[in-house]
């Protein structure tokens, strides 16, 4: 059985692909994590795993096939995707991954669809009885609201409208933008949750992320929090159809009174998971044991609480 890991569109993803390597040694002192990029030359997670093979973008007409060489030739036991963008297309070609003995660390593609469009993510959140911020009516609004684009990521083309003459013409016209209420930061808190689902589409882990500081879009300052969302987590979401390995989930809580509200899922290693792992919560460990161990996973809360991560810019030499 192969047991070397592919981390595809590395790119930044030093810390993920560090945890990833640490961890399999332990296991297979001499398998490999490599990694893929468009440009490995200028991808620092590139310096750091065992080798990097250049990539086309994932809408090329040749990407799965040239996905396939790679595993074959490098031995690859499981591809571990990185960006939204690929998680569509590696999902619905799971199956001849699998025919080569390669597993592709990706949910279903009606659950990663369902994640793509939050129209769709809020109405699985109600139905797991999670509240989501109510949806406010653009022509016939009150204030303050909130917009945002039903696919959007890296936190862009947001837009907080606290009076009518913020509703500008242009934010009305976008066909993309969703309207909601606005949730007061001086009353919630806003929270990242690394969810780990097994390959029986169980909750095996839950670890609340405080998002203390945002840049770009991702989290900067941080600390783990069990406390109440931990349980919480573990209580509405036990099961998700569909739904396979790490993925990330951002809510707001309000410890006054315990309200938490689901803004979205990304069904996939989220940037802030380094302090997740940080903490012992080990989901590169988990893959493996499922994977190339054929182990079960249980559900554990054996992870540190109160884990403070401080990030700041490293560099690589070349």
Not at 79 to 91: F, G, N, R
Request: aromatic fraction near 12%; charge should be negative.
């Amino acid at each position: 059985m192969r047991h070397n890991i592919l981390i595809t569109s590395a790119g930044k993803r030093v810390a993920l692909v560090k945890a990833f390597k640490e961890t399999l040694i332990t296991f297979f002192p001499n398998s490999k994590v490599y990694t893929t990029d468009m440009n490995p030359n200028m991808a620092p997670a590139a310096y750091v795993s065992d080798g990097c093979i250049s990539v086309p973008r994932v809408t090329s007409e040749d990407y799965i096939g040239i996905l396939q060489n790679i595993c074959m030739k490098y031995d690859i036991g499981l591809v571990v995707p990185t960006i939204d963008t690929e998680l569509a297309i590696l999902s619905a070609n799971k199956a001849i991954f699998e025919e080569i003995e390669t597993h592709l660390c990706v949910s279903e593609y009606d659950f990663i669809m369902l994640c793509r469009d939050k129209r769709n993510t809020g109405a699985f959140f109600e139905k797991k009885g999670i509240r989501v911020p109510q949806p406010i009516d653009k022509y016939n609004p009150h204030f303050p609201m909130f917009a945002k684009p039903y696919d959007g990521s890296l936190s862009s083309n947001l837009h907080y409208i606290r009076t009518a003459e913020d509703l500008t013409t242009e934010i009305l016209t976008d066909p993309k933008l969703i309207f909601m209420e606005y949730i007061d930061k001086k009353e919630y808190q806003e929270y990242t949750i690394d969810m780990y689902f097994g390959r029986d589409h169980n909750l095996k882990m839950a670890v609340p992320r405080e998002r203390i500081e945002i840049r770009a879009g991702e989290i900067n300052k941080g600390r783990t929090v069990k406390e109440f969302l931990e349980s919480y987590i573990h209580r509405h979401l036990p099961y998700i159809e569909g739904c396979e390995g790490c993925i990330c989930g951002q809510f707001f809580y309000n410890k006054e009174n315990n309200d938490v509200i689901g803004i979205e899922i990304n069904p996939r290693f989220g940037g802030g998971y380094p302090l997740s792992y940080a903490a012992g919560a080990n989901y590169p460990e988990f893959l493996i044991r499922e994977y190339f161990m054929g182990e079960e996973i249980s559900y554990s809360t054996n992870w540190t609480d109160n884990m403070l991560m401080l990030r700041y810019d490293d560099a690589i030499f070349v």
